[in-house]
């Protein structure tokens, strides 16, 4: 890592060596063609000769009916709350439901649940707003037409007849389910017919890995990682804080094995090794950069170092001393070391879909007795069950035209390459899309299913944890669940909560160790908890690691990269968003505009170079290219697929021999958000009518000898002379101070601070601005509390969940593609992603979340001319919307640039996604200013609660949204009067400090620094 006492940040490969400050007004003008002083006029007098008329008018009638029978326990105006289960990230989370007078208004983690342990990820914060898509199906369709349910589930039967006469095929193809219930319909079914399969596929496959366990261990099973165990933790191109398998769960282990405070301190060593710069890889102790076809050398480098040391002999050829870089290989023996000290202690993660690779990682585990400690087999994972060789041989079967009847679940025409030709081979194609997608458009029949928030449902997220999902209102779509459809089809026309209570009593209440309790109480207290452990069922016992399938993948011949021939050709990264994953959240406006955490781009997906590659091809950020492939797949089966056209981003950290594409971009029916935001005559629209936001790169995966890939092609980039602003917001809000401004005999100092272990038990970042004279004595109440944040950047991984649960919780609108270009993003709380180059040519990477700092002496407060903006008596800096005149003084004044502005009235039209405004939070109007409150409304509602019980309001009973959802505890609220809160320890702590704390403008929000493990501490 960087030297901590010399480090120069930079937000963008633009900023970097800039040390002044931002412009005031950062962005010109846009120009609008034809729009001149007459037509703008023109506008204007039409708009208010329309108000007027519109003034003039009836209003129209609306029927306000009440609620006459109240629902039992419920009581009007109170929240309640309901378990249940969030499959929106694919890792099932548990998730309670805030609910008040019968709709759910927000989504939180279960804090009792032992996945997630409270946190949850920012996709599923996202999902309630889905419920709320007013363009999901209501109701079947059979040839692209409204039909009866009874009418397509005859059709379907019908079908299902003639192919048990005729003795033809059915396949089922779904992503992963884990739900028994579920999988037993599906079973049942599938026994009924001639010759019928249920096939699970994952877009973000995990299938090599779990086929390498079946080589290397006998069981195909996906192993549960304990983060929290492991001392030294390396990771080959896999994102487990970001987008890999189960984030929320990964995120609150990696926690646990850093805790700097501890006593004594415990410090994992967390080594990285990918070729794109990853959530994950941000917060690395020690970053290597390694191609994609470097992986696997790179891991039989490391399994034959590890072999060494513990006296094992090595199956198989010698390596060749040319298959590793000298750097790399250097770097491999030093994690070779350090994992060989910690033995039992160790994890080493592969997330390449690559058989081989993640034989050798089985192999190198066992080594290192990390197998029942850090890896466990025993209750393995459920959550990406998907096989690729199995997908691949029913595509073989659709395009050779054997499969007579197709039922589909998920998007699979979209997620997969060439799958989209091939589903069209069926003979009769049935799907259960809830919305209009690229796999509906080509289905015979449509049956919708419901939103997971409105259904009832299980899972087994991993073996002997079983979840429930239950409805949190009545359906506002007419759809049903996949299990209530198969059973349909099967006969059984009972309704879905008493197939999943009969499932349960026959399947799973004989596991329960309480076996007198009638099955009905047991069933309740479940649904009531949303989660129940059951001892597993009977299994094939894990051997130990077979040596012939470990000399295989050690003779396995290496792949190749772009050859140094082709100048141009670059190896091509596909990777996962935080938010869009696999397009999975592409309908869904939180998400589009959440920036991304690395990149902080929004509403776009991008060609990502190293700042050297762009040098070399003379390209910048913006330039639109053309990705074609230069390297065609081998495979006779997979067409090459059509060219892309993106926009360039120059990406820090990454690799020069690689180009790196999101994935879930270029979704059918994005237009949809052509008029998000405010509509002006300078507004630009988010999309064009027709178009997609973003380009589709899923074409680009490769299905080639039973294997999803990623990370196989080469292409090549061609300008084509075209600009595309980007919406991004990683140079917004600038926190630059110039140097002339800096305290008497004092420095600027950094707004994030990064350091060692070592140094952060004896240094101090107060850096000695924090104590002032002060002219005016203190005017709080300390009989009341004093509300304040302490934010642990050593935990905070930049997930940016806090981000979409300030959304949920505040009502923030979206404000579209062209506002966010503007700079006038309207999120409460952003994350700063800072670099720093290191001394060995890569960069360090430190997350900081920025809210209002609720200042003792704020800034804002001085300048309001009509005291819109004010100090409560509990230490808020409060906002009276209703005061507020729009000077924008305050949002001039305010150094940490948190404050928004409301330059419209941000559209809310959509009368069903209304229904996920909070109404405890006030809809801003136009004209005003807005900004974090820290959660006021939850710090009324706990008083108000405590008042009710008859007790004080302890430390913990109010927590803000953004503290509640992060999946790590980097944040923390309380009083900061209580000398024995939680937030007043960590404020008092030696790494705590206050961000532009030289200004005296005594923020109630302090951060501790980022602490890193880096070489030099030792292993």
């Known amino acids: 890592m960087t030297n901590p006492g010399n480090t120069k940040w930079f937000r963008s490969p633009e900023t970097r060596g800039d040390t002044g400050c931002a412009p005031e007004f950062p962005v010109a003008p846009v120009p609008q063609p034809g729009m001149d002083r007459r037509s703008f006029l023109r506008l204007t007098g039409f708009s208010f000769a329309a108000a007027g008329a519109a003034a003039c008018s009836r209003a129209v009638p609306s029927l306000a009916l009440p609620q006459v029978t109240a629902d039992e326990h419920v009581v009007p105006g109170r929240d309640y709350w309901i378990a249940s289960t969030s499959w929106a990230d694919g890792s099932g989370s548990g998730v309670l439901v805030r609910c008040l007078d019968g709709r759910p208004l927000k989504l939180e983690g279960n804090p009792d649940h032992p996945l997630n342990q409270g946190g949850l990820t920012a996709s599923c914060q996202a999902s309630l707003l889905s419920l709320y898509d007013d363009r999901r199906f209501d109701g079947p369709q059979r040839a692209g037409a409204p039909g009866t349910w009874d009418d397509v589930d005859g059709a379907l039967r019908a079908e299902l007849e003639r192919i048990r006469s005729d003795g033809g095929r059915v396949r089922v193809l779904t992503p992963t389910l884990t739900g028994p219930s579920t999988l037993a319909r599906i079973a049942t079914l599938l026994d009924s017919v001639p010759d019928g399969r249920h096939v699970m596929y994952d877009a973000l496959s995990c299938s090599a890995l779990l086929d390498a366990q079946r080589s290397a261990h006998g069981v195909r099973v996906l192993p549960r990682y304990d983060l929290a165990r492991a001392d030294v933790l390396a990771v080959f191109d896999a994102d487990p804080l970001g987008t890999w398998i189960s984030p929320a769960e990964y995120s609150a282990g990696y926690r646990a094995s850093r805790q700097p405070d501890a006593s004594p301190p415990r410090m994992s060593r967390h080594w990285q090794f990918e070729a794109r710069l990853s959530l994950t890889g941000s917060r690395a102790d020690q970053r290597v950069l390694v191609a994609p076809w470097e992986t696997r050398p790179a891991l039989t480098r490391l399994a034959r170092a590890v072999a060494e040391r513990s006296g094992t002999p090595v199956p198989g050829p010698a390596q060749a001393a040319t298959d590793v870089r000298p750097e790399l290989h250097d770097a491999l023996d030093s994690l070779a070391t350090e994992l060989w000290a910690h033995r039992g202690a160790g994890l080493v993660l592969c997330g390449r879909n690559d058989h081989h690779a993640q034989v050798l990682v089985c192999w190198i585990n066992e080594l290192l007795g990390n197998v029942g400690n850090t890896v466990l087999l025993d209750t393995p994972s459920q959550q990406r069950r998907g096989d690729d060789r199995a997908l691949a041989a029913l595509r073989d079967e659709l395009l050779a035209g054997d499969v007579d009847l197709l039922i589909t679940s998920g998007n699979p025409a979209y997620e997969l390459p060439g799958l989209a030709q091939a589903l069209g081979q069926a003979g009769t194609l049935a799907c259960t899309s809830a919305q209009p997608d690229e796999t509906s458009a080509l289905a015979d029949l449509v049956f919708p299913e419901s939103h997971e928030l409105e259904r009832w449902d299980d899972s087994e997220p991993h073996a002997g944890l079983f979840a429930t999902t239950q409805p949190t209102l009545p359906p506002l779509r007419d759809g049903r669940t996949l299990r209530a459809s198969f059973a349909r089809w099967a006969g059984d026309a009972r ?431 136009r004209g005003v200013m807005e900004k974090c409150s820290m959660c006021v409304q939850r710090i009324q509602a706990g008083k108000a609660e405590a008042r009710r019980r008859g007790v004080a309001l302890a430390d913990g009973d109010v927590q803000t949204a953004c503290q509640q959802s992060c999946p790590t505890r980097a944040i923390v609220f309380g009083d900061l009067h209580d000398p024995e809160s939680a937030v007043s320890k960590l404020a008092a702590k030696s790494r705590a400090y206050s961000v532009l704390g030289e200004l005296n403008v005594q923020p109630s929000v302090r951060y501790l620094a980022d602490v890193r493990n880096p070489a030099t501490e030792g292993a």
């Open 495 to 925: 309704d879905d909560r008493t197939l999943l209570r009969d499932a349960w009593e026959r399947d799973l209440a004989p596991r329960r160790q309480a076996a007198d309790e009638p099955f009905g109480v047991w069933f309740d207290r479940v649904l009531e908890r949303g989660w129940v452990s059951l001892p597993g069922a009977p299994s094939t016992a894990a051997r130990a690691c077979d040596a012939a399938a470990v000399a295989t993948a050690l003779a396995a011949p290496r792949e190749t990269g772009p050859q140094p021939a082709g100048a141009d050709g670059l190896g091509l990264v596909l990777y996962p968003k935080v938010g869009l994953l696999d397009g999975r959240g592409a309908h869904n406006p939180w998400l589009q505009e959440l920036p991304d955490p690395i990149s902080k781009v929004t509403w776009d997906n991008h060609a990502d170079l190293s700042p050297a590659t762009a040098d070399r091809l003379g390209l910048r950020t913006g330039d639109v290219v053309r990705v074609t492939i230069a390297a065609p797949s081998d495979s006779a089966q997979a067409a090459v697929p059509a060219p892309i056209e993106l926009p360039v981003l120059v990406q820090p950290g990454q690799d020069d021999r690689v180009v790196a594409i999101a994935l879930g971009y270029g979704r059918m029916g994005t237009d949809r958000f052509t008029d998000v935001g405010p509509q002006w005559f300078e507004g630009r629209p988010t999309v064009a009518p027709g178009a997609t936001v973003g380009s589709n790169a899923a074409p680009f995966l490769t299905l080639d000898d039973g294997v999803l890939g990623t990370d196989r092609r080469v292409v090549r980039l061609t300008p084509t002379g075209e600009q595309r602003l980007l919406a991004t917001t990683q140079d917004h809000h600038s926190l630059a101070v110039p140097e002339h401004l800096a305290p008497k005999g004092g420095e600027v100092r950094d707004a994030v601070h990064l350091t060692t272990l070592d140094a952060a038990t004896v240094a101090s970042h107060a850096g000695g601005h924090d104590s002032h004279a002060e002219l005016w004595s203190d005017d709080f109440d300390h009989g009341l509390p004093h509300w304040g944040l302490a934010v642990d950047l050593t935990a905070c991984t930049g997930c940016s969940a806090c981000v979409v649960s300030c959304q949920a919780e505040n009502n923030v609108p979206v404000v579209g593609r062209d506002e966010v270009q503007r700079h006038r993003e309207m999120s409460w709380i952003r994350i700063d992603r800072y670099y720093a180059d290191r001394d060995d040519g890569g960069v360090d990477v430190v997350h900081q979340p920025m809210m209002c700092q609720h200042c003792g002496h704020a800034p804002c407060e001085t300048v309001c001319p009509v005291l819109a903006t004010m100090h409560s008596s509990e230490g808020l800096n409060t906002q009276v919307y209703n005061r507020c005149v729009g000077t924008r003084y305050c949002a001039n004044n305010c150094p940490y640039k948190t404050r928004r502005f409301n330059w419209f009235e941000y559209s809310r039209e959509d009368r069903l996604q209304n229904m996920a405004l909070n109404p405890d939070v006030t809809i801003r109007s």
